[in-house]
């Protein structure tokens, strides 16, 4: 998942279905490495008013709604998701899923090796 392709998830929930889905179909050793971008580390109004805009909406702070155009086609609207280190260990959190170790950008970029938790987490149903 380079290229900041962890963005793909979309949002919370989503990420965390997705990672569930992942851990179900992968190998015991599987893993993922994925970029991601902090959109926290910035200091432009435009980016920090966006974030506050999404936060009274309920959505995560760096959760991106666009859609592509060229000329007359128009796409649908993806929801593409930006995410601190932080908010990913949170999203992976009961996945089956655990960062690993997070290799440093360029301080905006960051990429984590996200592999299989060593101790199996419950999902609902087995924890009844």
Do not use: C
């Not at 997705?18 to 490495?33: E, N, P, V």
């Not at 959505?59 to 859609?67: A, E, K, T, V, Y």
């Amino acid at each position: 998942m380079m290229g900041n392709n962890f963005g793909l998830f979309g949002g919370f929930q989503k990420a965390r279905r997705l990672l569930r889905k992942l851990h179900r179909i992968t190998a015991a050793s599987g893993q993922i490495i994925a970029e991601a971008v902090d959109p926290y580390r910035t200091k432009a109004k435009l980016h920090l008013d966006y974030q506050r805009w999404n936060r009274r909406r309920g959505r995560m702070s760096g959760q991106l709604r666009f859609r592509i155009r060229h000329e007359n086609i128009v796409g649908p609207w993806l929801d593409y998701l930006l995410v601190s280190q932080k908010e990913m260990g949170e999203i992976l959190a009961g996945t089956g899923w655990e960062i690993r170790k997070i290799l440093e950008e360029d301080g905006i970029r960051y990429t984590a090796v996200i592999t299989k938790s060593r101790t199996p987490s419950k999902t609902p149903a087995q924890k009844a």
